[in-house]
Structures are given as C-alpha cells and as structure tokens.
C-alpha cells in the first residue's frame, strides 16, 4: 500500500506560482512513478504532469503546462512536487498526487490539495 499527502495548495493571484508537495509512504518510493492531476469545479479529472521512479522521464498534459509547470521528485525524501508559475484563473482546482508502479497507471491517490486563482 502506498500513502499520498498533498499540502501546499492556497489562494494565489493570476500571475503567481505555488509549490505543490507530496509525502509518500509504504512501499520503496523509487520504484514507483508519481503524476499529477487535477479537477477543476464540474470537470472530470484531468493528467497534468508525471514523472519516472528516477526521474529519466517526465511529461505534461500539454505544451502550455509544461511551460508553466514544473514536477520534480527527492527519492531520499520520499516526495514528489509540482512548481507552478504563472498561474492562470484556469488553474483554479483540486489537485491530486498519484503512484503507480508502472508509468502511466496510477493506482493510488492523495486527498487532493485545493489551489484557487484570483484574476
């Protein structure tokens, strides 16, 4: 079993950047690759970003994501993380950690984080 906690979320003005973190606990962190996804109010979920147990490989949703957002993970910490910047009203949602143990499949899941974009 692994165990996601989210924390970092927050009010944040259109323009700004947030940090998002997650704590994994339970099987060996490396070993698993690690995602972000979010919903918005009314939406479905949607994938943002992932990222390989060693950090060889990372995608996002889209180029506009990829140029604002950044997922980056410490396997020594047991943490993985999502820097945004340039924050768009868009961007308003629940944002949730994931692990899977194969890239691409995500298994498990955090309670989610709220982010909330004021324009």
């Known amino acids: 079993q692994v165990q996601l906690v989210e924390s970092g979320g927050g009010l944040v003005q259109a323009g700004g950047s947030l940090r998002l973190s997650c704590a994994a606990s339970?099987?060996?962190?490396?070993?698993?690759?690690m995602a972000w996804f979010r919903q918005a109010p009314g939406k479905e979920r949607e994938f943002v970003a992932h990222?390989?147990?060693?950090?060889?490989?990372?995608?996002y949703a889209d180029s506009v994501i990829q140029d604002r957002f950044t997922i980056s993970r410490d396997n020594a910490k047991k943490m993985v993380y999502l820097q945004m910047n340039s924050l768009k009203s868009e961007d308003t949602a629940v944002y949730y950690c994931s692990a899977g143990v194969t890239y691409g499949n995500y298994i498990y899941w955090g309670q989610g984080t709220q982010v909330t974009v004021s324009s």
């Open positions: 990222i390989s147990g060693r950090s060889e490989s990372t995608a």
């Open positions: 339970g099987r060996t962190f490396s070993s698993l690759a």
